[in-house]
Structure formats: C-alpha cells, structure tokens
C-alpha cells in the first residue's frame, strides 16, 4: 500500500514539477521574441505561447489536483512542505478561477498589443495603440470581476493580490497617501540644494561595445553567475528565464552610458535573486521568488542603496576611466553627483530615487481607476498629463512616446503591477539599514570593492528563502519587523539632504 505520507503530496510534487518545466520553455521563448526573433514571427510566437498557458492552466486546474490539494492538507508533512502546499493551494486558487478560453484570449492580445507598441511607440502613436490596448483592457477586466467575486474583494486588489499576495489598495493608499504628505517638499529641497551645485554631463560618444564590455565587468564584481545567464539587447530592460538560466536585458545609448550601466546593475539585482533561490526546491512554487515587491527590493537594494552610494561610487570609477579614458565630469565629486542628481523627468525607467515614487503613484492611480472602470482608455492621455504637473510639473501633452506609451506593464495586462516598485524600494531601504547594522565594516568593504559579505547576507535571510515565508514574515525575520516605510524616507533624507 502506498505511504499515506507521500501519496497526494507527492502527485501535486510531479504535476508542479512538469508545469516548471513548461514554464522554462514559456520563459526562454518570451525572451527570444523581446530580443533575438524577427518581427514576422510574431503571430506565429504570440499563438505558440498562448497554446502553451492553455496547456499549462489545463494540467493545473485538472479535477484531480483540486482533489489531491484537498487530501494533501489532511498529511503529515514538515514546516517546507507545509509552505509548499500553501504556494500550490494558491496557484490552484488563482488559476481555477479563470475559464481556458479567458486565459488564452488574454495571452494573445497581451503579445498583438506588446508587438505592435513597439513599432507604435516610437511613432508616438497613441490611436493605434489605445486601439489594442482597449482590447486588453477588457480582458483585464474580465479577470478582475471573476476573482474579485471569489475573492470578496475590489477587483484592483484581485488583481494586485498576484504579484504582491496579502497587498491590498486600502494599505497602498495609506503608504503612498503618507509619501504624497513629504516627498514634494524633499523634492523641492532637494532641488533647491542641487541647484548651486554644478554638475557636467559626461562627453561622449561612448562605444557601444566599450560599454557592453564595462557591463560585463560590473555584472562580475555584483556576483552574476555567467555559466548561468546571459546579458543581451532589448527596446524595455527586463530580466526573464529561469533560475538555471537567467536572461538580463539592457538598451545602450552612445551619448550616455550611465542609463545602460544602472540598468545591468538593476537588472544583475533581480538575477542574483533568482540565481541563489533554493535549489534543493527546484520546480516546485516554494522555490519561487516571494513577490513582485521583494524582487523590485533586490534590484533597487543593488542599484539605488548600493551602486549609487558614496562607497560603491569610489569603487565603479576606475572601472569607467578604464572603459572610456579621463575626463572632467568623471572626477570623483562629479561622478557622485551624476549619479546622485535629482531631476524630474518623464521617464520612468530612467528617473532618480527620489521622484521615482511619483511616476509609480500616478501609474497606480491611473490602473485603479481603470479596472474599478471609472475611467477608460480614451481618458489615459489627459489624465496622464494632469498627474504629471501635479506631480512633477512637467507637460506631456500630445508626447504620448515619453508618457503614457513608454512603459510596457499594461500591453500584456500586468495591471496591479506597479506599486510594486515603490514597495520595493521601501523594502530595499529597510534591507540595506538591516545589513548594515549586521556587518559593522559593510561601507569600507563596499568602497574596496568586497561585496561578500553584502551578498552573503542576501542569500542567508531573503534568497535561500523563496517563497517559504509571507513577505511581512520575511521582512521580520530579516530586518526585526514588518514593512516600515519610515526607512526609506530616512535614506531620502540622508543622501540628499
């Protein structure tokens, strides 16, 4: 007779086990359309893709996994299985809910509204694109009313609740409601103390492989793995595949290097979290990254409260004199204040730590509105336009490529998505004071360039971790308490102020 122990826990271990490894070939074809695929094999990719979540939400939602769940609750099993059962229970939930036909047709207009918005784009197309967008959005909707009903919630918390489980908007209102309190006036302040400041930009051109080659060298001394990953080109940096074969992706701009440089580094973040999640755990959802937020900590922990600190700064310098010779504006006080300026802008990607927040609650605002459905996607433009004055003072009236087409989240319906970001920020705040009160010699190590103990850290109390813990439990056990937002203004005001 088989072990009552292992039998329904085990048939969910197997069937977990053949969906990571269908979502390998998902993740290593999603990245190949972002960067190497030609554009005629689109279609073709978009339906392969879309062919594949079907199969995958079919071996997931079958009649006999609910089954097994249900007996599986009823073993006896350790603290790791435990947690691992919970993380299958709410990839059933989630999927279950959603009828094959949903998912599919979601697939498919995420991938003609991503592809098509990369020719949009730069065209500053926004008729064209709303087109398909709207498309999307409907779905989106769709989802959002299916799981706010079985969930008994809002429908933006439905959604927000799958990249950032136990995150509600009613908390997001509360953490942003406070930063919307202090961050114009820091942003002022900090304008007004940069502003006597003088700080000369960088004189290029600088060689599109001189760069690739200094991004290599950085990735190195950040830990990156390159028997397991690979570094490539694509129009929106992302980091994609899997744990065994991590894929970052920058975008290089002759006339300024640092936009590429802060984005390997960003991007070297999430991979590093990815590279050291627990092995011993492969293919099954406990081995999986926490959340959206706790991802965004790891890569804005390595570039905001490392790399573009005073130490860090100290120790990148010679590496860039190296890439690309001697000249004023990368003298050490100059380069600090390259790397540390302050300066609304349009872009999101590209912005400082300090109005960064603003461009994540204006997204948040605008996706709320748009799936609780008071407001459609005719309305974006002018909306987006009068968030950015309020917000930042700054016109995007009629710039729909540097407003509200650059980013690439709502083309394949990542909506809830974004206050990840600002969360993640908080969270890396708190990461970093945490490490640093664990490793009293962290500053001098990071200015000589040994970065071991940081990492060493990292992996100890959030990457061996997975999904083993919630994020409020993870946080706890790593810092001595939940998320305190009170950490990342403390880190705003100490560096720039």
């Known amino acids: 007779m088989e072990n009552v122990m292992t039998s329904a826990y085990s048939h969910l271990q197997r069937t977990f086990t053949r969906l990571s490894r269908f979502g390998h070939l998902s993740a290593i074809a999603g990245w190949d359309m972002q960067t190497m695929m030609p554009p005629q094999g689109s279609q073709a990719r978009s339906e392969a893709l879309a062919e594949l979540s079907v199969l995958c939400h079919g071996i997931l939602t079958a009649p006999e996994v609910g089954d097994w769940l249900a007996q599986a609750h009823q073993e006896t099993l350790d603290d790791a299985a435990r947690a691992n059962l919970l993380?299958?229970?709410?990839?059933?939930?989630?999927?279950?809910?959603?009828?094959?036909?949903?998912?599919?047709?979601?697939?498919?207009?995420?991938?003609?509204?991503?592809?098509?918005w990369r020719s949009q784009r730069p065209a500053n197309d926004w008729q064209g694109f709303a087109a398909n967008l709207?498309?999307?959005v409907r779905l989106s909707r769709e989802e959002a009313a299916i799981r706010a009903q079985a969930a008994g919630t809002g429908r933006y918390d439905a959604l927000l609740n799958l990249y950032e489980p136990g995150m509600t908007s009613a908390r997001l209102d509360t953490l942003f409601g406070d930063l919307k309190q202090w961050l114009p006036d820091l942003l002022q302040r900090v304008a007004e103390?940069?502003?006597?400041?003088?700080?000369?930009?960088?004189?290029?051109?600088?060689?599109?492989?001189?760069?690739?080659?200094?991004?290599?060298?950085?990735?190195?001394?950040?830990?990156?793995?390159?028997?397991g990953g690979r570094v490539d080109v694509s129009a929106h940096p992302f980091c994609g595949g899997v744990p065994e074969d991590v894929r970052i992706t920058t975008r290089y701009n002759p006339e300024d290097f640092l936009t590429a440089l802060m984005g390997i580094v960003h991007e070297t973040g999430h991979a590093r979290y990815e590279q050291n999640l627990p092995r011993e755990w492969a293919g099954q959802p406990v081995a999986l990254a926490r959340s959206m937020a706790v991802h965004e900590s790891q890569?804005?922990?390595?570039?905001?409260?490392?790399?573009?600190?005073?130490?860090?700064?100290?120790?990148?310098?010679?590496?860039?004199?190296?890439?690309?010779?001697?000249q004023e504006a990368l003298s050490?006080?100059?380069?600090l204040r390259l790397n540390q300026?302050?300066?609304?802008?349009?872009?999101?990607?590209?912005?400082?730590?300090v109005s960064y927040p603003a461009h994540v609650i204006l997204r948040y605002e605008i996706e709320k509105a748009l799936i609780e459905g008071e407001i459609e996607v005719d309305d974006i433009p002018a909306l987006w336009d009068e968030k950015m004055q309020h917000y930042l003072g700054l016109d995007t009236r009629g710039n729909y490529r540097n407003g509200c087409m650059?980013?690439?989240?709502?083309?394949?319906?990542?909506?809830?998505?974004?206050?990840?970001?600002?969360?993640?920020?908080?969270?890396?705040?708190?990461?970093?004071?945490?490490?640093?009160?664990?490793l009293p010699t962290l500053q001098q190590d990071i200015?000589?360039?040994?970065l071991t103990g940081l990492f060493d850290w990292l992996k100890q109390n959030i990457w061996q971790h997975g999904s083993r813990f919630s994020t409020d439990e993870l946080m706890t056990r790593a810092t001595g308490e939940p998320l305190n937002p009170a950490w990342f203004r403390q880190h705003l005001e100490s560096r720039y102020l």
């Open 134 to 136: 709207k498309e999307v």
């Open 193 to 227: 103390k940069q502003r006597s400041e003088t700080c000369l930009t960088p004189q290029g051109p600088f060689a599109v492989d001189a760069q690739q080659a200094l991004s290599l060298k950085v990735m190195a001394l950040l830990g990156f793995n390159f028997d």
């Open 406 to 438: 650059q980013d690439i989240h709502w083309t394949d319906g990542a909506i809830g998505y974004f206050p990840t970001y600002t969360l993640g920020a908080m969270y890396a705040a708190q990461l970093f004071q945490a490490a640093n009160r664990a």
């Open 341 to 353: 300026r302050v300066q609304a802008g349009l872009i999101r990607v590209d912005a400082d730590e």
């Open 332 to 335: 050490e006080q100059n380069f």
């Open 299 to 326: 890569s804005l922990l390595f570039e905001m409260q490392l790399a573009r600190s005073a130490p860090f700064l100290q120790c990148l310098r010679p590496l860039v004199i190296a890439a690309f010779g001697e």
């Open 447 to 450: 200015a000589g360039g040994n």
């Open 87 to 116: 993380e299958m229970q709410r990839a059933y939930d989630n999927a279950v809910l959603l009828p094959a036909s949903l998912v599919e047709a979601k697939s498919l207009a995420g991938a003609r509204c991503e592809h098509a």
